[in-house]
């Protein structure tokens, strides 16, 4: 079992920056992959970043360049860094953890909200 707490989330200017936190407990000892996805209302949900416990990152093209996933391993912890913000990245976010064995975790997700 793996317990994720999420922060960072919040209303925030177009334009603006937000940095979103996710702690890992539990099992962490078989995290492999760690990331973030986002659902807005009426759309179904999407990866945003991930990375993998080597450190390979992979993103949504709608948010190359403005938003950066990073994790510490000593912490489990991941983090998304996101700038200039737009109104469509308005969403809940999630942070979601993959098992060596296959199995993924979801924390209970925070909404980034982005006025126009």
């Known amino acids: 079992q793996v317990q994720l707490v999420e922060s960072g989330g919040g209303l925030v200017q177009a334009g603006g920056s937000l940095r979103l936190s996710c702690a890992a407990s539990?099992?962490?000892?078989?995290?492999?992959?760690m990331g973030w996805y986002r659902q807005a209302p009426g759309k179904q949900r999407e990866l945003v970043a991930g990375i993998t416990s080597g450190g390979t990152t992979n993103y949504a093209e709608s948010v190359k360049g403005r938003f950066t996933i990073s994790r510490d391993n000593a912490k489990n912890t991941v983090n998304l860094q996101m700038n200039s913000l737009k109104p469509e990245d308005t969403a809940v976010y999630y942070c979601?953890?993959?098992?060596?064995?296959?199995?993924?975790?979801w924390g209970k997700g925070t909404l980034v909200t982005v006025s126009s």
């Open positions: 979601n953890v993959g098992l060596r064995d296959g199995m993924d975790y």
């Open positions: 539990g099992s962490i000892f078989s995290i492999n992959t």
